[in-house]
C-alpha cells in the first residue's frame, strides 16, 4: 500500500467478532487529524463510540470510489456475516440506509460534523450499509487521532 508515493509498513490486522481493521504505519509521514471528505481535509476533534450511536442518527461516510454520501443509522446491533462468510462477526456493527458505497470504498472513514464514527465494511444487496465503530479500533492498541 502507497499513500502519496511512500510505501507503508504493515503492523497487524483483526478480522472477526467486532473488527475489520488494518494498522499501516506511514514512515517519514506526518500523521494529521483530519480525513478526505472528498471536498477537504475535515478536521477530527472527537470520537464517537457505538454506545452513543443511535437508530435515526445521521452520518457521512467517503470512499475512493463512490465519493461522498450521507444516510442515517438503521441498527446499532447488524452483523455484517453475509458480507464476509470466511470469518464469524458479532451483533455489534452499526448499520445504515443506503450510503453510495462502490467496491474499492472499504476501510473509508464514517463522521458526521467533526466526529469520528468508524470504518466503512461494505454494502448489503439492498444497498445499505455496515461500519464498524471507531472504538473497536482499540484490539491494535489504536485510536483516531483528534485535535
Not at 477537504?40 to 457505538?50: A, K, L, Y
Not at 467517503?62 to 442515517?72: A, E, I, M, P, Y
Not at 464476509?84 to 470504498?105: F, K, V
Amino acid at each position: 500500500v502507497t499513500e502519496q508515493g511512500v510505501t507503508l509498513t504493515f503492523v497487524d490486522s483483526r478480522w472477526g467478532g467486532d473488527q475489520d481493521v488494518e494498522w499501516l504505519k506511514t514512515p517519514g509521514m506526518t500523521d494529521i487529524n483530519a480525513i478526505w471528505d472528498g471536498t477537504s481535509n475535515r478536521q477530527i476533534t472527537s470520537r464517537t463510540g457505538r454506545s452513543e450511536m443511535f437508530v435515526s442518527q445521521a452520518v457521512c461516510r467517503f470512499g475512493v470510489n463512490g465519493g461522498r454520501g450521507c444516510t442515517t443509522i438503521v441498527s446499532v446491533n447488524a452483523n455484517p456475516g453475509s458480507l464476509d462468510p470466511n470469518h464469524t462477526y458479532n451483533n455489534t456493527w452499526i448499520r445504515t440506509g443506503s450510503c453510495g458505497s462502490l467496491p474499492g470504498d472499504s476501510g473509508g472513514p464514517y463522521y458526521f460534523g467533526n466526529a469520528a464514527f468508524g470504518t466503512h465494511k461494505g454494502k448489503f444487496f439492498n444497498q445499505d450499509c455496515v461500519f464498524m465503530a471507531q472504538n473497536f479500533m482499540s484490539v491494535l492498541n489504536i485510536r483516531v487521532k483528534i485535535h
